[in-house]
């Protein structure tokens, strides 16, 4: 094994290790007993093993071997982004009531593909420790209370709703956390005496763990910041750590001068487009009304869960039939739309190829209403395909890469790819009618919205309110929407700035491939995918130079 391997090793076995709760995301068996350990000593015992990896992965001399550089490459950012990201991560954004532990929790908790009973063990043991974890976060979040560092007092109070809202609901076998499927390998009367083992830990043990947990943030929802003072620049030594989180998500040295700017540029675009798109659509010469009437035309929403699924299944069959054309190489599994009542709006989770667990792109039906017409096709696209699961899926059943190249991904190269693939599906002939690149241009809107507010929050002194606005004046989102947008970016600086900062980037690479002689649009996206997540410097020059 070489040191590059053994590198990548070690940065795969603590980055899962350290962050359980990161690998509920997309249901990992490794590590399935346990939480994060926030504690303030292993947090820095983990950044400072993270910042060692990097370092030494950055002396590897790789001339001459592109596999080998995007490896290099891949373990030495993703150590150096972990370090960084994890600043300030529990008191700030688990606590969070949209991205938050308690979030994940509900959300995802109850979707592992258990198979043996050692599994079935595991996950009761996790459960029964979701009562610790929240008493360790708490003490984490007042200490750092003590410091000044503190969240939102209305965040605080959403999360504790949040928990207040779930002990509301009637205790038993029915309740959203006691819904994991059984271990596979468990036969009918093994199953039901596990299922029955399940409602007991969450009736004795996490509900009063939940209980406990609502009580300590409203306390500390007391002590927290108004929402006139929601970004990092209001900290002591703020707006370093933010400087420090652009780079985390982008890989890449930009200013936030440089990104408020740039999203400015690309919404005075937008509008243009607004105009020649909608415009004639909808009777309408500006842009402003054509906000208005794309954000309150009841007309323009969904009203029922299956026709919702049914049209991202079709959309998702023209994308797949469509790629062949566009793409050299296609994933061998299949990703199919399926109804859920929980997590985001849209999300994607890859396949498994050790467990067997299919991809699948899902789509919350819990309120159907809160669908526009026009905007699920683009999610479809960017989630699914050609975005999320042709980048995901093609790496997870590459054996050649490793493992950190399989399951890692950079949020600028993994988020810019799925909003390049949302243009790219135009260029495709997907959208079904011009009503649905609106959808295209809304999905654009919010996110160069991101490049000024998460800047104007973190950078510039923004109040909630003040970004709130911005957004539902320069886009037509909905109100409801921008502000779960808006709390987003407050708890997760930087991290919003990579999808259009990512496509970007990737559009100006192949701007540059097309100059060069022999350039072949399936040769160029078969580049693009071929090693993995990697930064977007390192996939400028596997592009450009092979």
């Keep these: 094994m070489s040191e590059l391997e053994r590198l990548a090793d070690d940065l795969y076995e603590l980055a899962t290790s350290s962050s359980p709760i990161e690998l509920m995301w997309d249901g990992k068996l490794e590590h399935l007993d346990g939480w994060d350990d926030l504690s303030p000593a292993s947090r820095e015992a983990v950044r400072r093993r993270h910042l060692e990896i990097a370092q030494a992965a950055e002396a590897i001399d790789v001339q001459g071997d592109p596999a080998r550089r995007a490896l290099r490459d891949v373990v030495a950012t993703t150590a150096r982004s972990n370090a960084l990201r994890s600043t300030w991560e529990p008191e700030l954004h688990l606590v969070n009531p949209r991205m938050g532990v308690l979030e994940l929790i509900l959300s995802f908790v109850t979707s592992f593909p258990l198979a043996t009973a050692e599994h079935g063990e595991a996950y009761l043991t996790k459960l029964g420790r979701i009562p610790a974890m929240l008493e360790q976060l708490m003490d984490v979040a007042e200490a750092a209370a003590d410091d000044g560092r503190v969240a939102l007092a209305s965040h605080l109070e959403a999360t504790a709703a949040s928990a207040e809202a779930y002990l509301a609901t009637p205790a038993g076998p029915d309740e959203r956390l006691c819904g994991q499927a059984p271990p596979t390998d468990l036969d009918e009367p093994a199953a039901q005496a596990w299922r029955d083992r399940v409602v007991m830990v969450v009736r004795d043990h996490v509900r009063p763990g939940l209980a406990e947990y609502r009580t300590r943030l409203r306390l500390l929802a007391e002590r927290g910041r108004p929402d006139d003072r929601p970004g990092l620049v209001h900290l002591d030594g703020g707006l370093a750590v933010y400087q420090d989180q652009i780079w985390a998500n982008l890989l890449l040295d930009r200013t936030p001068e440089q990104l408020h700017t740039l999203g400015l540029e690309r919404i005075a675009l937008l509008e243009q487009e607004y105009l020649e798109v909608a415009g004639p659509l909808l009777g309408l010469h500006d842009v402003d009304e054509i906000y208005t009437r794309l954000r309150d035309d009841e007309t323009l929403r969904y009203r029922d869960a299956v026709t919702l699924v049914a049209d991202a299944t079709e959309a998702l069959a023209r994308a797949e039939e469509a790629s062949h054309a566009w793409f050299g190489t296609l994933p061998t599994s299949r990703c199919t739309a399926n109804a859920t009542d ?26 159907p209403s809160a669908w526009s017409t026009y905007e699920l096709e683009g999610l479809t696209y960017h989630e699914a395909i050609p975005g999320h699961h042709l980048q995901i899926a093609l790496a997870a059943e590459n054996p050649s ?7 890692f991904f950079n949020t600028a190269y993994a988020e810019g790819w799925a909003l390049y693939a949302e243009r790219l599906a135009d260029e495709m002939g997907l959208y079904s009618s011009q009503l649905s690149r609106v959808g295209m241009l809304l999905n654009d809107s919010m996110r160069a919205c991101r490049l000024v ?11 909630r309110d003040q970004a709130v606005q911005f957004m539902v004046d320069h886009s037509p989102i909905d109100p409801v929407h921008v502000e779960q947008e808006v709390d987003r970016y407050i708890a997760w600086p930087g991290q919003a700035l990579a999808y259009m900062v990512g496509r970007l980037e990737i559009e100006s690479i192949r701007t540059a491939a097309e100059r060069m002689d022999g350039f072949e649009i399936r040769d160029f996206h078969d580049r693009v995918l071929r ?3 990697v930064p977007l410097t390192t996939l400028r020059a596997q592009v450009l130079e092979g």
């Design 401 to 407: 890469l490793h493992r950190v190249q399989r399951e």
């Design 531 to 533: 090693y993995g997540s």
């Design 342 to 367: 929980f997590g985001p709006m849209g999300y994607y989770s890859g396949p498994d190829p050790q467990t067997g667990k299919p991809p699948a792109f899902y789509v919350k039906t819990s309120d």
């Design 453 to 463: 507010v998460d800047t104007g929050i973190h950078a510039f002194g923004w109040s």
